[in-house]
């Protein structure tokens, strides 16, 4: 605390409260460590940044930035954020309009850049664009340009982005190819209308063509060019500035950014349009968004002094605020060197947020800190000849090419056949299918706490808010994230005999005869049909939001329909298998029920784990049994390309209820698990006559079972296709590393024999434990994501180079689910590589 109010003080800052941290003492901090300790550190600070404790601004005022929870009031579109989805598209189909489930992610990998052959000043785009300086006589230009381009492709595609070059085609702003089109997951192509007739030129179908047959952009062309005739534009999206995920569109008006044209490409795409004045130092407008406004996945860098209505400027931060958006402001002089005019990729190993030099060199300590934090590399590189002549840098210069293919599509929409695909627990998570609790929490009470099979009561707008988070952790690194709600949505607005079959395969048809299908809404399938407080009909679905249960993907494209230990879990399979079969997204994704309807069978996804496509881990717990384990191994012996199964058999109890509570892989070979756990069960046995004793002592009738850990200790076996007698190891953790499963493991606060005792380790571990420690979320190798309360085991992790992504879940955590139980992962690529 001392450092950081010296460094504060030092630097002009203020530090106000015990809660507020100078924002460029926290990047001075980052910046202080050696760069894999900084990195293993962000996540605390930016969640300090996104729980309002730090706002940037170029004078370092403290202001509220972050800190409101005004909304903005839009007009009803069928396409909002995955949150509103459900309403919106009831909406839309209640006035006969197409409901199409757009769910986009805001990262691409694939970017498309033109060779800059004809590059030079080009006086009929000056007029307006008062970023462009006077033409440079020098011969040395085109050469200059050409070395400035090839070095901006050459570190793109060092960090891990797929750059698709073409040649031009000698016009003298054909580097600049993100004004001319667009292209979205829903596989479109949108042609702009440009203003100059110099810049209509660029427009060519073969470059249209060659992205449709290589992107499986097949869902057709939205051609906007014949606006020009009447002599508006509207430049793409260097005029609109789009936020794919919650379908937003930001534009400032100019003109190049028509209000009629933009309404009409609004209402085809499905966005809400959000428009603004701007003026540049001297008055005049700004020519395009894209210089003063940039939206990331988790973050936006604005230029506020450059939209001079205070409306305006309120109604933009207010609707950045609501998508959760960490707010960068920066000043007009660093938006004149293009500082705003940046754009965030997919590269191999992570996200890249690509921008000029200059506008990275103008931003100061604590915004280069907060934006450092936000993605995990920064490629800057100097375009100065570019930015001089063209009046644009970095982010103008890169089309992004969204893949049809890996949309997630709407009713009728093309799909691709290897939609599901997971081959292990640590590749980069791809496509993931959440649920974020809702109305059904309201139904916990302290008289159904045992029937909910939760602890505690919870705080349904906290639990929202958390959830709302780790979905945009997930975002932030490249996942889409598919919403069960929406998914229904879609089903339903498919017509009503969908809606039927929705219904029928969830509840039986008697009771949608009893009650009739008008009366009801696929938000009762998850909230339960009630006629009173707790006069339910159909119960809710309280634990659906632990989306790792009810279903689970194998290797060979398979999801597996799980059968849940208790009933009203089952309910919660039933509602996925109607998912998998009749939303058009999973139309060719195959699907084994088999084991979903054996009376015989019980087991549940927290117990699966997938090593690699030829090994899974199956837990034999108190929630699935052994006959679920041997039914699930024939299966994937016969029908996938596995060739081991290990059953691993671990305390019938609800503090390890199942596999991955104590269990979970944070990287290839590397596991985190519970200390001693493995090695020496006498270690709980010890602790367990203790509590025993002490429980006595206090009058509790309580007791712990001490002959699971002596006479039944955690233990595995082997099963191997085509072999009829399974390897059995006494041990389990010596048997998983001699089977190559395990290279090295990590613990539960801490190394072991870092403590005085191994009942001292248990015990603290016991408690984090208890609270998900163990049970963390792996989105690509070597990062996680964790409960942040859980201090001594992810300050364990990051001391063993894990980057863990800290997540602020005390709400969460009373439904006695970590990261790992929340998610359920329908796809991710087989290495750092993305598919």
């Not at 004078?59 to 919106?88: F, Y």
């Not at 931060?317 to 609501?322: E, G, P, T």
Request: aromatic share 8%; glycine share 8%.
């Amino acid at each position: 605390r001392a450092r950081r109010r010296r460094s504060t003080a030092a630097r002009g800052g203020k530090v106000r409260g015990h809660g507020q941290v100078c924002a460029m003492t926290v990047a001075a901090f980052a910046r202080a460590f050696p760069r894999g300790l900084a990195r293993r550190a962000r996540p605390a600070w930016l969640a300090a940044v996104r729980s309002q404790r730090i706002v940037v601004d170029p004078a370092w005022r403290w202001g509220p930035l972050l800190g409101s929870t005004r909304t903005i009031t839009r007009r009803p579109s069928p396409c909002r954020n995955p949150h509103d989805g459900a309403r919106a598209a009831l909406a839309a189909k209640i006035n006969g309009q197409p409901t199409p489930a757009i769910i986009e992610g805001q990262l691409t990998q694939d970017v498309l850049m033109v060779n800059p052959t004809g590059f030079c000043s080009n006086e009929e785009t000056k007029q307006d664009n008062k970023f462009m300086a006077e033409a440079d006589a020098s011969s040395d230009v085109k050469q200059a340009v050409l070395a400035e381009w090839t070095a901006l492709v050459q570190a793109l595609q060092e960090a891990g982005v797929r750059v698709h070059t073409v040649e031009a085609n000698g016009l003298p702003d054909e580097v600049f190819p993100n004004n001319w089109f667009s292209t979205h997951a829903d596989g479109r192509v949108v042609i702009y209308p440009m203003k100059v007739p110099s810049r209509a030129k660029e427009v060519r179908q073969d470059v249209v063509d060659t992205l449709k047959a290589q992107f499986a952009l097949t869902a057709g062309v939205v051609d906007l060019s014949g606006w020009r005739s009447s002599g508006v534009a509207l430049e793409g999206t260097g005029s609109l500035v789009l936020d794919r995920p919650n379908r937003i569109a930001y534009m400032a008006l100019s003109k190049r950014a028509d209000k009629n044209v933009a309404d009409t490409w609004a209402q085809e795409m499905g966005y809400d349009l959000l428009t603004f004045g701007t003026a540049d130092r001297s008055g005049e407008e700004i020519y395009h968004t894209n210089v003063l406004l940039s939206v990331g996945a988790d973050f936006a860098v604005v230029c506020l002094d450059a939209v001079p209505a205070e409306a305006d400027r309120q109604q933009l931060l207010a609707s950045l605020r609501s998508t959760g958006k960490v707010v960068v402001p920066i000043s007009l002089d660093q938006m004149e060197s293009f500082a705003c005019n940046c754009l965030q990729l997919q590269g191999s190993t992570g996200t890249v947020l690509a921008m000029s030099a200059a506008g990275w060199g103008s931003l100061n300590f604590a915004q280069q800190g907060v934006l450092e934090s936000c993605v995990d590399r920064v490629v800057s590189v100097p375009v100065p000849t570019i930015e001089r002549l063209g009046g644009g840098s970095v982010r103008c210069m890169i089309a992004e090419i969204f893949s049809g293919k890996r949309a997630a599509p709407g009713v009728g929409a093309a799909i691709e056949s290897d939609v599901c695909s997971v081959d292990s627990e640590t590749g980069r998570l791809e496509l993931v299918i959440v649920h974020e609790p809702g109305l059904e929490v309201d139904s916990v009470m302290p008289w159904t706490l045992e029937p909910m099979k939760v602890d505690e009561c919870l705080n349904r707008i906290e639990l929202k808010a958390q959830h709302r988070t780790f979905s945009q952790h997930l975002r932030a690194r490249g996942a889409e994230v598919l919403h069960v709600r929406d998914l229904l949505t879609a089903i339903s607005a498919q017509g009503d005999e969908s809606k039927r079959r929705l219904f029928d395969e969830v509840w039986g048809a008697e009771f949608v005869d009893k009650v009739g299908l008008a009366n009801l809404h696929v938000d009762h399938l998850v909230t339960g049909y009630s006629r009173g407080p707790l006069d339910f009909d159909k119960p809710p679905l309280m634990n659906l939001f632990f989306m790792r249960d009810p279903c689970f993907s194998v290797p060979g494209g398979w999801i597996v329909v799980s059968r849940p230990f208790y009933p009203v879990r089952q309910l919660e399979s039933k509602l996925l298998k109607a998912i998998f079969e009749l939303h058009p997204m999973f139309r060719d994704v195959k699907v084994f029920d088999g084991l979903h309807m054996d009376p015989d069978v019980f087991i549940e996804g927290g117990d699966v784990l997938v090593v690699d496509h030829e090994t899974v881990l199956v837990g034999i717990s108190q929630r699935t049994n052994e006959a679920g384990a041997q039914k699930l191994a024939d299966f994937l012996f016969q029908h996938t390309p596995v060739k081991r199964v290990g059953k691993v058999f671990i305390p019938k109890s609800r503090a390890f209820m199942h596999l991955d509570t104590l269990f979970t892989f944070v990287d290839k070979g590397v596991v985190l698990t519970m200390p001693y756990f493995w090695s020496k069960p006498s270690v709980y046995a010890e602790l367990a006559r203790r509590a025993n004793v002490l429980n006595e002592k206090m009058g509790s009738h309580e007791r712990q079972d001490i002959d699971e850990w002596t006479q039944a200790p955690p233990r595995i076996e082997m099963l191997t296709k085509g072999e009829a007698v399974p390897k059995k190891y006494k041990h389990a953790m010596s048997g998983l590393m001699a089977e190559g499963i395990v290279e090295k493991a990590l613990f539960v606060c801490g190394p072991e024999g870092s403590w005085p005792t191994p009942e001292e380790h248990v015990a603290k571990a016991l408690t984090e434990q208890w609270n998900d420690a163990a049970n963390v979320f792996c989105i690509s190798p070597g990062t996680v994501v964790a409960y942040k309360w859980c201090r001594r085991t992810t300050t364990h992790l990051q001391d063993n180079g894990i980057d863990v992504i800290e997540l602020d879940g005390v709400e969460l955590m009373k439904g006695r689910g970590g990261a790992r139980c929340m998610t359920f992962p329908v796809r991710r690529s087989v290495s750092l590589e993305s598919r």
